[in-house]
């Protein structure tokens, strides 16, 4: 079964200092893996996603993954945090292709607060 | 309105009260579908629509009752819930029923809904 961990369930930094949140990962075959951000009261936010090719994706608000495939992780990082940057950050894997149809299993989320 | 949005943003009930929740996505998708969100548990898939058909059901409990009347409107009945089905719940769309392999899913603010 396809699964993901998130293995924080809080990561505390200052801003301007780089961050990381962890992701690993669990599949049969190549993974599709997506993170996205969920503001309070808002819905779930696409960030970014890696299907094949560079190891390292970017995406929205500066925020870049890096696949590992070795290591079945995908950790989210930016190199200089904003306070804007705190909010609760689900990865998410893909799953379901023999069903005809696709979805994503997501992770238990991880907040990510940014002091000033 | 643009992207999804969802409606009431708040609900309170009673566990003998008949209710529902209502999404609609002005992104011209074809596929949509609802998640329970609780606290530090990741998102629950319940249902998954494409082009008005369901073709998933998480194994809900038959208080929960979708409805799918076009491709841009999704319901969600709620009928003798119980305290533990409290929870953010989100609906979410998608180009086509294959989210998670070429697009991803665009999610709505969320019904925050608590049963007394």
């Known amino acids: 079964a396809q699964s993901v961990a998130q293995p924080e369930d809080q990561v505390n930094v200052a801003e301007g200092n780089p961050l990381t949140v962890k992701c690993t990962y669990s599949?049969?075959?190549?993974?599709?893996l997506f993170w996205y951000v969920q503001y309070p009261n808002r819905g779930l936010q696409f960030l970014l996603k890696?299907?094949?090719?560079?190891?390292l994706v970017k995406g929205s608000y500066g925020f870049e993954a890096e696949f590992n495939k070795s290591q079945t992780s995908f950790h989210l990082k930016k190199p200089s945090a904003l306070v804007s940057d705190s909010a609760l950050y689900f990865c998410?894997?893909?799953?379901?292709?023999?069903?005809?149809?696709?979805?994503?299993?997501f992770g238990k989320g991880t907040m990510l607060l940014v002091s000033p | 309105e643009t992207g999804v949005t969802q409606t009431p943003r708040h609900l309170v009930m009673g566990m003998t009260n008949k209710k529902s929740l209502k999404c609609e996505q002005h992104?011209?998708?074809?596929?949509m579908y609802w998640y329970k969100q609780s606290a530090k548990k990741p998102l629950e898939l319940m249902f998954v629509?494409?082009?008005?058909?369901?073709?998933e059901n998480n194994s809900v409990p038959s208080r929960f009752s979708p409805e799918c009347p076009n491709s841009s409107h999704l319901f969600l009945h709620l009928h003798t819930l119980q305290p533990e089905d409290s929870a953010l719940y989100l609906c979410?769309?998608?180009?086509?029923?294959?989210?998670?392999?070429?697009?991803?899913?665009?999610f709505g603010p969320g019904t925050r809904l608590t049963v007394l």
């Open positions: 992104l011209g998708h074809n596929a």
């Open positions: 599949v049969s075959g190549n993974p599709y």
């Open positions: 890696y299907i094949t090719g560079d190891n």
């Open positions: 979410a769309s998608s180009q086509d029923k294959m989210a998670g392999y070429y697009n991803e899913q665009f």
């Open positions: 998410a894997v893909s799953f379901g292709w023999a069903e005809g149809y696709s979805t994503l299993t």
């Open positions: 629509y494409s082009l008005e058909e369901r073709v």
